[in-house]
């Protein structure tokens, strides 16, 4: 079975500091995604980037980028510069592409701090 | 689109009584996945649903949770009756059919059974 962990239930950081979230999972399957979605205090979840395995390239958006390294399964989340709008719970996910369920990690809690 | 649309927002019931949570999936969207959320569990998820047919529903609790989706623009999740350990954020999601399956949620709805 598949299993999502990310082993940082909380953090806390200053502004425009950087800040890596960690993420291991668990597969046999060899063709999947990996998502991070990030759900500020209003509860709404967004997607905030995602990287397809066999992209040997780091998944880039703005300030958030990825390190992704398929063979220790591990997919972590740079956020460069941080700013207060990023505080949110932030969830690493997994999808294979014989299935149709993302699996989500339990969530790290992340304030940033002005 | 206005995305996924859920209803209501806030529900406070009291315990035996029944329940039922809304949700619109994005127009043109193949998948409906109904989530819930608790600080002890996480985000778990309880049912979904490929063209308005259900494909798993593994996650449901137990026979007090049930759901339906009647056309591709509506799904409800009852609860009958309802207990206060079902107090959570249910959220609905919705997703299009092929790679990578990105699924778009809902604002979610906050449950308290008292």
């Known amino acids: 079975a598949q299993t999502v962990t990310q082993s940082q239930p909380e953090m806390s950081v200053q502004e425009a500091e950087t800040v890596t979230l960690s993420c291991t999972y668990d597969t046999s399957e060899n063709n999947y995604y990996l998502f991070w979605y990030k759900q500020p205090p209003s509860r709404q979840m967004i997607l905030v980037i995602r990287q397809e395995a066999y992209k040997q390239q780091n998944a880039t958006e703005n300030r958030f980028s990825v390190n992704f390294q398929k063979a220790a399964k591990s997919f972590s989340l740079k956020i460069s510069d941080s700013q207060l709008g990023d505080t949110a719970m932030y969830f690493c996910?997994?999808?294979?592409?014989?299935?149709?369920?993302?699996?989500f990690g339990k969530g790290t809690r992340l304030h940033i701090l002005p | 689109d206005a995305g996924v649309i859920q209803s209501p927002r806030h529900e406070v019931t009291e315990m035996g009584q029944e329940v039922t949570l809304r949700c619109k999936p994005i127009s043109g969207h193949d998948y409906l996945f109904w989530y819930r959320q608790t600080m002890m569990r996480g985000l778990e998820l309880l049912i979904y649903f490929n063209n308005n047919v259900p494909i798993d529903d593994s996650g449901m609790p137990e026979d007090r949770f049930s759901a339906k989706m009647p056309n591709a623009s509506f799904s409800t999740l009852k609860i009958q009756p309802s207990e206060p350990r079902d107090s959570a954020v249910y959220f609905c999601?919705?997703?299009?059919?092929?790679?990578?399956?990105?699924?778009?949620f809902g604002p979610g709805t906050r449950l308290t059974v008292l």
């Open positions: 996910a997994f999808l294979t592409i014989r299935d149709d369920k993302i699996i």
């Open positions: 999601a919705s997703s299009v059919a092929g790679a990578p399956n990105e699924q778009f």
